[in-house]
Structures are given as C-alpha cells and as structure tokens.
C-alpha cells in the first residue's frame, strides 16, 4: 500500500432521494408522523481508486450506477458518507476546490449521439474545457490530442461537426474533450455501448492505451460484464445501492463469490456454439428500489439464502484470499445459534419476475416493506 | 393508487384551491388602496351615510369577523349588494354568466371539433398546398388580436355587405319585447342568431390555431410510435389503425379543450366589448370602471372559478382516457 | 432436412427518401430457412436486417419496397402481397413478431386482456371469453402471473413485458416466429432467461424462429443456421457450428474475434476499420470492401456470387476470395488451444 492517498476514494458514500411527490403525500406524512420512504439509490459505496488504475462498477438497471456516476461528478450531493479526493473530502470544498476538481475529473458519457453539442465543431467541443478552466493552450496541442485519440489527419477533424461523424467518432472526441484538461480521472459511462460492436472494439482499445499513455485513473461504468472484463483492472459488483464483491478482474471471473455476481458470469452468453454453458438458476429482476427488504438485498433472488440474510451482510474477505470482498453471510462465521445458517426451505421464485410494487406474483415470500429503522 | 383514489385526490385539491383563491381575493382586495367608502365620500356622500353603510356593511368589525361572514355568504350564494345598481350581486351576474357562456362553450366546442379535424387532415397528408395553406391561415388569424379581428368581421359583414347585425345581443326593442318571457325564448328568434354568428366566427376563428397545429404535431407523432407498427404487424384492418392513431393523437387535444374552455374567459372580455355583448366580460369592464366592487369581487372570483373548474375537468378527462395517470404503477425506474 | 418455410431469393428492398434518391438496404439476398428451424440474423446496424424482418410480415414503411427477387413462404411468394393479403394470410396467424421495445410496442391505453380479444376478434372466430382463457394458459406458459391479464403495461417490469410479448405472438399458434433484437433492452440476467424460455417454447410448440440481432453470442449459442449481414447484402450463412468453425467471408472472420468473450478477458479484439458504405445506389460491388484487409480490385467488379465452402451446398460465403481466406486469415482463425477459460474454476 502506498502512503499516498488513493486519487478517489469512497467511504460508505450514500444518496437517498426523497420519494414523497405531492401536496398530499407530504401532509399526510406530517399528520401520521410517518418517515417518507426513501430510494436508497446509492447506500453505503466503499471504493477506492489508485493511481494508474482501472476500475469498473457493473450492475443491472436500477443498481445505482447511473446515481453513483452522478455523485462522484457533484452533480448530486451525498446524502450520507464521503467523497475524497486525494484525501480532501469533497464536503470540505470550496468553490476553487470544486473547480480544480471538475478539471481533474474528466467525463465519458454514453450516447455519442447527444453528449456532443451539435452546434459546435470538434475543436470548440474540446477546447471548451481548457477555456473553463482557463487554461493556455497552442494548435497544435488540440491536433495532438486529436491524433492521439485515432482521428487523424486532425486537420481534418477539426472543423467538423457532429452531424459530418460518425458514432465511433463522435465518441473519440467525446474522449479527446475528456482527457484534453489533463485529469487525473476519467469517469465513463458505457461509452461504448451505443457503438456498433466493431467500434466497440476500437473504443476499448483506445480507453485501455490511454489510461496507461496518460496514467489517468478511471472508473467505467457498465452493464456489460464482457467489456468490462476487457478493460479493467479491478472490478465492483452492483446490486440496488450497494456494492456486493469487489475484487480484481481476473479473481471475480474465475472465482466469484456472491451468489449475484455467479448469477451475472453465468448469464453471460459465449460466442461459441461448442460451449455448453451452465446457466444461472435465479430469477427475477431487481426489486423496486422504493421497498427494499431489510438485511440483504438479494435475499428474495438469492438460491443459497438463509435466515440470517434478514440481516445485512458486512463486507468481508473470504478466507484464503486477499483484496477479495464479497457483502454475502455465506463468508463469514456468524456468532448466532446453528439455526440463523439453516437453509430458508422455500424456493424463491426463480421465473416470473418480480412487479414494480416489489411483490411477487406467486405469493411465496412476502417481502417485508420498507426498511425498519 | 387506484382510479378511485385519483379522482378523490383531484375532487379535494379543486376544493381546497377554489377555497384559497377565494381567501386570497378576500387579502387582495382589503389590501388594495382606499377602501370602500373612501369613494363614495368622493362620490358626495355625507359621512353620516358612510358610517351606516360601513355598520351595515360590517366594515367596522375586526377583519378575522368580516373574513368569516364573507366566507359564510359566498357559501350561501350571497355576494353582497351592487353599489351601482343595488340590486343582489348574484342576480346581475348570473345572466351575464349565462350569456358568456352561450357564445364561449359552443364556439370552443366548434374550434376544438373542426380545428381538430383539420390539424388530423394536415398531418395525415403532410407536404402540398393544403398543409401550407391551413397552417398560414389559422396563424394568421390567430396573429391579429381577437378584438381587432372582431372589428374586422363587422366592418366586412356588417357595414359593408350589410349581412349580419353589428352588435348586441338582441336589438334593444327585441329585448323590451320579450323581457318577460322566459330566458330561452331567445333562442328560438332569428335575429338572435344574426347576432350571434360574427361574435362566434371570431372566436372560432382566432382560436383555432391551437387545436388543428396541436393536432396536426400529434397526429404526425403518434404515426411513428411503435405500438401502432405493431398493431399493424399484428394483422389489424387499416381502419382499426386509423382509429387507434386518432385516439392517441387526440389525447393532448381533448385535454387542452377544457383549458381553452376556462382561459377563454380573458379573451371574452375584449370580444364582448367590440361586440356590446352583454356577458360576463363586459360586466367585469363596466364594474371596474364603475368601482362596484362588490361585483368586480365577484366577477374575479367567478373567472378564477371558472379556471379551476377547467382544469378540474382536464384531470377527470385524463383520469379516464390514460390510465397510466390514474391507475397505479408509474414512478419507479 | 425439411422444406423450407421461408425462402429469401435475391431479394432487394429499397427505401425512398424525401429527397427522391432510394437507400438500397437490400441487396441480392438469399437465404433459407427450414422447418423448426432456429436462425440467427446478424450483422451490424445499418446491415439491413431488421428490414428483412419488416418485409417479411410487410411491415415496411410507406417509402419502402420489394424491388426485386422473391420471398417464399412455404413455397408461395409473398413479397408482392397487399395489406389485404397479409392481414388475411400471414400476419399473425401464420407469422408474428417479437419486437425489440416491448415497452413502446405495448399499446399504453389498453389492458392486456383487451389486446388479446382484439387479437382474436380480427383473426379468429373466438369469443371473448375464450380469447381471455387462452390468454390466461399463455401467461402461464411465459411465467407470469395469471391474474394479471387485466392490467395495463406500464404496470409491467420491463422483463414481464417482454414475456406477455411472447405470450401475444404465441397467441394465435404461428408457424414461425420473428424476433427483433427481442433481448436488447434488457439486462443481462433477464436477457438469458428470456432466451432460455424461448428455446424451450419453440421445442415445446414446435415453431420456427428468425432472431434478428446484433450480438453474434446469442446466435452461436441459441441458433441451429445463421447468415452475417453486412450493407445490405448476405456476407455469409450455413449452419452455425460450421460457421463458427470454418468461416470464410472477412466479415464473418472479424466479427466473431469483435465480440468480448467473457472466459478470455485477456484476448485482443479484433478490429474492423471503417463503416458501411452509404446505399444510395444498388451496390456493385461487395460493400465490405473497402474496411476489408484481404480486398482486392476484383472486389469491386461486380456485386459477389456465393461460393459454398469446403463442397458444404449448405454453407455459402459471398465472397472472391472465399477459397483463399483460410490462409490469408490464418491468424484470426486459429481458435486459442493453449487458452484456458477463466470460468473453467468457477463453481
């Protein structure tokens, strides 16, 4: 471990927003003394981010990734927990901080279609950060940049708008904008999704030696275990608000521990028709984030699930390995009696789905509303 | 939350907000500069005078005791006295609320069915002669200010080609004729109807910018939406597709229809005017200018009303032709 | 094997812009595809194929049109066929679609319920009733709950909606499905599980399927036959292990070595420059091309013939140099023996 700080760290970083909507809802809170239920959108993150280092969140639609991407740019404020940024929690921050910050912190987002302003041509769109931020700037510094991300000759590329692009170039300018302030960390948002998968490849490639060119860090955020897998060094697993296992690529794929992120490798489909791939066994989607069971969130999916899954799971590292973390009570002696291990002998749904109002069809489980205090 | 629930939900904050605007025009107007007698002392009343009316009036009572008897009388229809006239503020009003909308509802009504038309027409067969012509002429219409167009009508079809009657409701031996009669009896006379028809064309004229061009965007929306493409993949008859487009398309017209209906009350007010028509509109005018403010109060709470009762019905529309509004399951992701 | 029960013989569709110049997104294509067959249609965006899916059921826009070659189902030709004649012979009775946004595709101000009585008014002589019970084994088929057949969509997850979709084109017992992307807006987990339900149906009911995607994963695992598209015409197709294991076109070669595969995180992609050509004439040539390494001067004289690989009639590439690829490719063909999948340790 280095004595520096990690360029961005997380520490049980939290943000709740407030479902209550109307008039109504609010008087009717106020006249029952009831709490206003919460989206727990992002509910106790801790990461860590290195010099040099790639790091990647995944998870399926409403896992909080979207949220999590948000509150590390500012855009939104934690509700709970801290941001720091080589060792500043950003809470702390004044207006210059916050300014030195968003230069530092360099974005990627997903739909090369939008995120480019269609008025402006490639070299306003990426000389707009350094005049932001005041910074002094020649030509030919654009031109490198330009090359640098694949779009050569630059000259070319220059007066060109978004309309004369095509998605995969689009999105290197979108990467050239990203990285021309210099930052320490780039923040992406699947911005390769969108892209033709022959593009795919070049846009990965070009993240991958530009992280290493540049030595920026960068988080990639995704749904896409395959693309994540090819370009990061180290990877967190997602599910409703919170982080399930973090470990290194290549030890999360070869030995996943949280029966979420089995469910996730083993979902994945192989381009290869020789491959008779085992396939997972949960089913289901994530529930609604508005009423989340108490303890463990996975609990109602889960195909290992125990009665002291009521219970939330603490972080810890299995045995025999290290750098390895899994949120799961299948890793860890619990103090309780024999009886909070046993197996729950229902078998939560693996078909059918679960709806919006977070019941399941079937009836099986009842999942207990709301987080008890 | 149920369908049940939502039309509770929209019938108690109608209530509650009919309520408040209410108390507020009570605030407003106790806040405005002078006060009630200070005119009529202008107008040369003795202040002996003055002190009974403002006893009677219970002007003199702590202002929670007036907000209360005011409250208390609106509920029981009772909106006090004109200065003007003497008579019961209701009594004045109500006829004039009658007129108004005999002219505004059917004349909205109208735009709304043949606007809509038209806007489904344009956007059904985009491109050519009839898009572009319908679309400049309702803009052009609605470009020139309704009471200037209101003007123009007159001067086109009543002095010059001598067709129609160039204002009033009824010619004023008419109205001596039949004020004994019963009110619809009106109705039943041609010339009625001569005087009704340049202050109906004018609004249907200048409103109809607003359903044919809303229509029209929604029409050409709805084309492309996919549900439709697959109401077609499915093997549907090309009139039931037609059919299904012009519910869609329709819905942000319906639901603009009764906001046209409650917002037409402003635009009244100018058309009444050019056209001596005697509704609501002009009375308001005509009391403002008269200081009988036991009117104007009334007449600003029977607009504010009127619009609340608008909306009210645009959400009880909307409760019943989408039901991703009223019936539970939207928010979440 | 079987008859085919849809054949595309050297079809061209072309699109009409406002402008008057046609977008020619298809070109010459052929295919086939045999009873209880499970083929996969893939290429990238723009390839062309989601109009072949269009033109199956006529679902073209206004502007679009079989302009040449024929479309065969079970033997008859369709292509030429009336909004009448569709409605009548082949939209859903015979063949329906599983689109790729079940969210938009699901009329919003319509019960469930309701959509399947209509369904069964215009096409069958169902009653109400019946057209509701049937509705009720279908959602049980799919795995959703029975009850809910009155709601309406939105009150539906995104993975329930995709599931009455299947149950909807199921409804009146087709003979061959289409799907469009059917799995792309959904995460992954529901994505497999939705591809393994459809497996089971089309064995259980014994239909056949045309996938239409972008994902050639999906293909090479789900998949009996494949063709790969790419500008509009057919770059190769056959049999999907004899694809996978001998392709032969430089598209086909490229592709498979784009995708990611999950078991080898460390594998460089392959790299495909360039994009589609833009269609505007009936192209003729072979519009791969210009982004293909192995390209020659005689790509360009003329639009290419298939060629059937290794004497296999079944397996047919588009391609001049057909013969030459297994060596000039020899690189991208040889499949990693010394790899070792990372999942090989997994429980």
Known sequence: MSAEPPVLELRGLEKHFDTSTGFVDVIRDRLTG??????????????????????????????????????????????????????????????????????????????????????????????????????????????????????????????????????????????????????????????????????????LN?????????????????????TVSYICDRINVMYLGRVVENAPT?????????????????????????YDRERAVIGGEPGDPINMPAGCRF??????????????????????????????????????????????????????????????????????????? | MSRLRYFAQRTLMTALLIFLVASALFVFFRLMPGNYTSLLIQQGMSAEQVARLET???????????????????????????????????????????????????????????????????????????????????????????????????????????????????????????????????????????????????????????????????????????????????GLPRFTLLRKLMRHASLPVITLYPISLATSISGLVLIEIVFNWPGIGRMLVDSVLARDFPVIQFVFLVAAVWVILGNFLVDLLYGVIDPRVSVGGDGGE | ???????????????????????????????????????????????????????????????????????????????DYSEKEFNKNIRWTEISFIPQSSMNSLDPVMKLSQQAIEMAKYHTDMSKDEAVERLRELFDVVGLSESRIHDYPHQFSGGMQQRAIIAFALFLQPSLIIADEPTTALDVIMQDQILDHINDLKDDWEISMLMITHDISVVFENCDSMAVMHGGQVAEAGDVVELFDHPRHPYAILLQNAFPDVRYPDRELAIIDGHPPQLREKPDFCTFADRCPWSTQECYDGAPDPRPVAGDEEHLAWCVRADEMEELAADHLRKPEEEHSILEESQ
């Not at chain 1, 291990?341 to 207990?368: A, F, I, Q």
């Not at chain 2, 509920?75 to 503020?89: K, M």
């Open chain 1, 34 to 203: 009831s709490d206003p239920s919460y989206v727990k959108a992002v509910d106790g993150v801790n990461m860590k981010l290195r010099e040099n280092q790639v790091q990647g969140v995944i998870g399926e639609s409403g896992c909080g990734k979207t949220t999590l991407l948000r509150t590390l740019i500012g855009l939104y404020e934690p509700t709970g927990g801290e941001l720091l940024f080589h060792g500043q929690p950003t809470s702390e921050f004044t207006s210059d901080e916050w300014k030195e910050f968003r230069r530092q912190v360099g974005l990627v987002f997903q739909d090369p279609f939008n995120s480019l302003d269609p008025k402006f041509s490639v070299r306003r769109a990426v000389t707009e950060p350094l005049e932001i931020h005041g910074m002094d700037y020649e030509l030919a510094d654009i031109e490198e940049m330009l090359e640098m991300v694949g779009l050569t000759p630059a000259e070319k590329y220059l007066g060109r708008f978004p309309s004369q692009l095509s998605g995969g170039e689009k999105q290197r300018v979108a990467i050239a904008r990203g990285l021309i302030t210099e930052p320490d960390v780039i923040l992406a948002d699947e911005p390769a999704s969108m892209l033709d998968v022959s593009t795919q490849a070049e846009i």
């Open chain 1, 206 to 226: 070009l993240l991958n030696r530009l992280t290493d060119e540049f030595g920026v860090s960068m988080v990639y955020i995704s749904h896409d275990l395959s």
């Open chain 1, 250 to 274: 290549m030890d999360l794929l070869s030995e996943p521990k949280h029966p979420y992120t089995q469910a996730l490798i083993q979902s994945i489909p192989i381009p290869d028709p020789h």
């Open chain 1, 299 to 373: 609990k109602n999916r889960c195909p290992e699930r125990m009665e002291v899954c009521d219970n939330k799971p603490a972080d810890v590292t299995p045995e025999g390995m290290t750098d390895h973390s899994v949120a799961c009570h299948l890793y860890y002696d619990h103090p309780l009696d024999e009886s909070s291990t046993k197996r729950v002998e229902e078998r939560p749904l693996t078909d059918g789905g679960c709806d919006r109002t977070g019941t399941l069809p079937h009836g099986s489980s009842v999942v207990p509303r709301g987080e008890s205090k």
């Open chain 2, 56 to 234: 009677q009036w219970g002007l003199n009572e702590p202002l929670y005791i007036q907000y209360f008897n005011y409250i208390t009388n609106l509920l029981t229809a009772n909106a006090g006295d004109s200065f003007r006239h003497g008579s019961p503020v209701w009594e004045l009003v109500k006829p004039r609320i009658i007129n108004s909308a005999i002219l505004v509802f059917p004349a909205i009504t109208a735009t709304y069915i043949v606007g809509g038309l038209i806007g489904a027409l344009i956007g059904r067969y985009r491109g050519g002669l009839f898009e572009k012509s319908s679309i400049i002429g309702v803009s052009v219409f609605h470009s020139i200010p309704d009471f200037f167009l209101g003007i123009l009508l007159i001067s086109a079809f009543s002095s010059t080609l001598g067709i129609f009657p160039t204002s009033g409701m009824l010619s004023t031996q008419t109205s001596i004729m039949i004020q004994d009669d019963p009110f619809w009896h009106r109705f039943l006379l041609k010339e009625f109807w001569m005087h009704y028809a340049l202050p109906f064309l004018t609004i249907m004229l200048y409103f109809m910018q607003y359903p044919a061009l809303i229509m029209r965007n929604s029409v050409v929306e709805v084309s492309d939406q996919e549900f439709l493409h697959y109401h077609r993949l499915k």
């Open chain 3, 1 to 79: 094997m079987s008859d085919p029960i849809l054949e595309f013989d050297g079809v061209d569709i072309e699109y009409e812009t406002r402008g008057g110049t046609a977008v020619h997104a298809v070109n010459d294509a052929s295919f086939a595809i045999d009873e209880h067959d499970y083929f996969g249609l893939v290429g990238e965006s723009g390839c062309g194929k989601s109009t072949i899916a269009d033109a199956v059921v006529g679902g073209l826009d206004e502007n679009g049109a079989v302009t040449g070659g024929e479309i065969r189902y079970k033997g008859t030709p369709i292509q």
